[in-house]
């Protein structure tokens, strides 16, 4: 009987909930504390997801080398990461938009604010404004945000997944050729 293998699902996913949940908590506090309000802030939450998501990536290659005999093509790495982006960034945007849609729209509602602003002062007129303003909406609900979220996500994901795999892989070389 042949040995059962580690697959590239297992180690993307376990690390893919954990980082989403942690996604969860940070959205959860930046809305209660209305960080989004705050540039600085919103540029340490970035730099902080980013290197929650290049962690998890990192632990999950590094879990699946572990389960596989040290080894891990570029090919599996770019798979995990991947996977691990789409399991995180789908807990992550659900969680956002349900946020947005029961508890509190706070957020979307300044970035309106901010945006009409802009626009204001870029010389738009009313009516370019109200047009303007149907587009943003479109796009800021919570369905919007759910697939936004998630294709960000994994779009991110596997951008960051091409170069930790590069770095992290590790080919067997009995398989080379």
């Known amino acids: 009987m042949e040995e059962q293998k580690f697959t590239v699902s297992q180690a993307a996913i376990k690390n893919g909930l954990i980082a989403g949940l942690i996604s969860v908590i940070i959205t959860t506090v930046s809305n209660m504390f209305a960080l989004y309000e705050n540039s600085a802030a919103g540029i340490v ?3 902080v997801s980013v290197g929650i998501s290049v962690y998890f990536i990192i632990a ?17 790495g770019l798979g995990i990461g991947v996977i691990y982006a789409l399991v995180s960034s789908a807990i ?19 970035q309106k604010q901010q945006v009409e602003e802009q ?8 009516a370019q404004i109200e047009q303007a303003r149907e587009i943003f909406e479109m796009f800021s609900g919570p369905v919007a945000t759910i697939v936004l ?3 960000a996500g994994v779009f991110f994901g596997f951008i960051l997944s091409l170069i ?5 892989k ?3 070389p009995s398989l080379e050729i």
Do not use: P
């Open 170 to 172: 590790k080919t067997d």
């Open 60 to 76: 999950s290659h590094n879990l699946f080398k572990a389960n596989n005999g040290g080894f891990m093509t570029y090919g599996q």
């Open 119 to 126: 626009w204001a002062e870029q010389g738009l007129n009313q």
């Open 92 to 110: 992550g945007a659900v969680y956002s938009g349900l946020y947005i849609m029961l508890v509190d729209d706070g957020s979307v509602q300044f």
């Open 164 to 168: 930790i795999s590069a770095v992290t």
């Open 149 to 151: 979220g998630i294709l």
């Open 45 to 47: 939450l970035i730099v």
